[in-house]
């Protein structure tokens, strides 16, 4: 199945510390390319993975399951620490909790951890209904593109089928039991208006990880997707400086490669 424009993996060869950058539910890497290319032109290495079943059709992730996403961030990471004297984990919504959850289980191998409007928990009452309601409704509405800047739009489905928010569900809960293994270095920017995950998801991942450097930024011109929206720069600085205190040897990288694209195919499980 033909991978939408724009929603390619991406892969820098840069200098002695990476960044894996992991997108959201639904998303693709296209919602984080920028960040990535901010990151790149610094001298870091870069790997953004497209998700099994992402970046394809809604019917492709209808099959797929959390095993599936996380797999692919724990062999991007696994390739990342090959490569790299330091690697640093982000992710936005569902990729922060798939960063969280890398964190927690892989440890010094996680140099830090930085996080958009992570997600926490499938909120509303239907989240209750999902093991039983999945077998009977296939998809409902697209969660895509809330973005508070004009013209600004995230590849991403404009359906969200069910079996797979059912896996959601059962991933978010597993990385809320994990977060007290999350001993790294941590930043959370979340925003106050966001129309996808709360402000209470980011609070409950403050308040149950076991890092003790801490950083909390609010995103306050931004809505769920804040690395297409006005807070984007603020994000992209905010993460760099973080390397930068953590691994001043990043400022040193030098690029071994010129850019590039990886082209792949998202697998539907």
Known sequence: MPVLPGAEPYRHE???????LCHGFTGSPQSL??????????????SLPLLPGHGTRWEDLAVTGWQDWYAEVDRALRELSERCTKVFVFGLSMGG??????????????AGVVVVNPGNKVHGL??????????FVRTTKGIASDI????????????????????LRNFFRLVDREL???????MVLHSPQDHVV?????????GRVSSTDVTEILLEQSYHVATLDHDADRIFEESLA????????????TDRSAEQGVEGTASGG
Do not use: C, M, N
């Open 242 to 253: 973080f390397i930068g205190r953590l691994a001043p040897e990043a400022g040193a990288g």
């Open 180 to 186: 007290p293994q999350v001993t790294q270095p941590l």
């Open 126 to 135: 239907a989240a209750h209904a999902l093991p039983v309601v999945r077998h």
């Open 14 to 20: 840069g200098g002695e510390v990476g960044v894996l």
């Open 97 to 110: 909790a798939l960063a969280l959850r890398l964190a927690a289980r892989h440890g010094d191998a996680v």
């Open 33 to 46: 390319r920028p960040w990535a290319e901010y990151l790149a032109e610094r001298g870091l290495t870069v």
């Open 198 to 206: 709360p402000p209470a998801d980011s609070a409950r991942v403050l």
């Open 148 to 167: 508070a800047k004009g013209g600004s739009e995230e590849v991403g489905y404009d359906r969200v089928p069910l079996h797979a928010a059912h896996a």
